[in-house]
């Protein structure tokens, strides 16, 4: 069967700033983090060992344009551009982003740029960080000023990247810097979070750009294990707190209801300011990036709550095991192709078909030289769970679903948090030591869809 898209379909990859520059003036909570306990890092590897796009920008932009990609989406690092967070912008930052911007428009792909993906300026991390409002006005202030130096060739902005997992791994789960566990304080964060994209969205509405703006959030459908009601009210619960917590402020303008009531019910709200709800009101976006990777299965929990320990999400709910499900064991995570056509499904039903895009589907595997073949990672297993995907998107969109893309994590093997290069994503193979770039399969069969814009199933 054949499966084509729409005229204009972005086809494209995505990536980070911290995980793809390397040398960096201005220093990243995972740089601090990195040099009191590299010991958190997969190999000890940390964030200085990236895959070297500070150096090789523009032989990269030349490998996207062989990959066919009409769009790539990577970030500005904060950190880079505004060393203390607050003060004087490096010129030299301005001068690198600016050849990126342009390089990329030359050659026919257009950049998609994210303001924020999980590297907090370790000065303002020592302020408080999200936690702090300060810190709320000085990100609003660094978007202003990427606004103005790239607003010109930039036309399609993102302010944060998967914001929830600051939250969950810096305040909840204790697998991102500052290694706290208090519901509280994740919660401020969270809230803090939307109220910076908020005015990041009214600084760009000001300045009457050509472009849009929008967020990227990861979302997880939560499916219950039964119909049971117990157990449909855990997965209402869980879709709350990791889903709607950003996607009905950023598409609806306001949270949910009984989100708020639940919190308070337990006295986790976070410090309001009456001013605020006409803030988030005005944060409403023009485009929102979808990061699928994996579904949510839960069920009512078993147990009773052991009231000393610390509130967390887990009091409302268990994660289930589906039996019989498809696994990537490298990375632990459920494989499950119609969560895609699900979450279109839902933003079309529930939040009136909002123009968005695929920003990032993928799959992390280890050791994957292995799987060479005359000089060649014969990556099959990725093309599967590529093509797989997108014949689920391709069914979202002839239903009707607003998809206008699909980009894929990531162009090449990066640097993966405190994963380092344990898993890698890539289309195109990356030798640690000489860093050698070889395409992979995938890379191939990606470049062939893309210049079709369809691609042939059985």
Known sequence: ???????????????????????????????????????RFHNGVGPQQTSTFYQHWKTDIQLLKQLNHNSFRTSISWARLIPDGIGEVNPEAVDFYNQVIDELNEQGITPFITLFHFDMPMAMQEIGGWENRDVVDAYARYAQICF????????????FNE???????????????????????????????????????????????????????????????????ADVKAAHIADLMFNRSFLDPVLRGEYPADLVALLK????????????????????????????????????????????????????????????????????????????????VNLRDNYGNPRCFISEN????????????????????????????LAWLHKGISEGCNCLGYHMWTFIDNWSWCNAYKNRYGFIQLDLETQKRTIKKSGEWFAATALNNSFDKE
């Open 1 to 39: 069967m054949k499966y084509a898209f729409p005229d204009n379909f972005w086809w494209g990859s995505a990536s980070s700033a911290l995980q793809t520059e390397g040398a960096r003036e201005g220093e990243t909570t995972w740089d601090y983090w990195f040099a009191r306990e590299p010991n």
């Open 148 to 159: 103005e130096l790239f607003g010109d060739r930039v036309l399609h902005w993102f302010t």
């Open 163 to 229: 914001p929830i997992v600051p939250v969950e791994g810096g305040y909840l789960y204790d697998f991102h810097y500052p290694n706290v566990v208090d519901f509280r304080r994740a919660a401020t964060v969270a809230y803090h979070t939307v109220l910076a994209h908020a005015k990041a969205v009214q600084a760009y509405r000001a300045g009457h750009y050509a472009g849009e703006i929008g967020i990227v959030l990861n979302l997880t459908p939560s499916y219950p294990r039964s119909q049971n009601p």
């Open 265 to 344: 019910s337990y006295d986790q709200l976070p410090a309001c300011k009456p001013e605020d709800g006409f803030l988030i009101a005005e944060g409403k976006i023009d485009l929102l990036g979808v990061n699928y990777y994996q579904p949510r299965r839960v069920k009512c929990r078993d147990s009773a709550v052991n009231p000393q320990a610390p509130f967390m999400p887990e009091w409302f709910f268990d994660s289930y095991e589906m039996p019989g499900r498809k696994m990537n064991p490298y990375r632990g995570w459920e494989i499950y192709e119609p969560g895609i056509y699900d979450i279109l």
């Open 362 to 389: 993928g799959m992390g595997v280890e050791n994957e030289q292995r799987f060479i073949e005359n000089g060649q990672i014969n990556d099959q297993y990725r093309i599967e769970f590529i093509s797989e995907h």
